[in-house]
């Protein structure tokens, strides 16, 4: 079983920043891709960047381009997001995933590219 734990949500002003990490555990797994998606109160989930594991092609949703940067670490199969100039409209579930599947990266913002989803971890950010 491939295992997701988010960690690094929590409450923080307007104008801070955030670290989120993402490790990959259990049972050994070939990874396209991993992702970041957020779901906000009464919304759907939608896309917040992504990354290629192999070349580090990364993608972004236009809300938070220039705030956000996706990371990751091969080594230690983690994914990370740096949040910066966090607004109130940033506040959601935030969720990472990962893809197995080669599909392109114009697939990297689309959930069904996505085989296995962490729980998410909360951000608040408060005005």
């Known amino acids: 079983q491939v295992q997701l734990v988010e960690s690094g949500g929590g409450l923080v002003q307007a104008g801070g920043s955030l670290r989120l990490s993402c490790p990959v555990s259990?049972?050994?797994?070939?990874?396209?891709?991993m992702g970041w998606f957020r779901q906000a109160p009464t919304k759907e989930r939608e896309f917040v960047a992504a990354i290629s594991w192999s070349s580090g092609y990364t993608a972004y949703a236009d809300s938070v381009k220039g705030r956000f940067t996706i990371s990751r670490d091969n080594a230690k199969n983690t994914v990370y997001l740096q949040m910066n100039s966090l607004k109130p409209e940033d506040t959601a579930v935030y969720y990472c995933?990962?893809?197995?599947?080669?599909?392109?990266?114009?697939?990297?913002?689309?959930?069904?590219?996505?085989?296995?989803w962490g729980q998410g971890t909360q951000v608040t950010v408060s005005s």
């Open positions: 259990g049972r050994a797994v070939s990874i396209y891709a």
């Open positions: 995933a990962l893809g197995r599947r080669f599909l392109g990266s114009n697939w990297l913002g689309q959930r069904a590219a996505y085989d296995y």
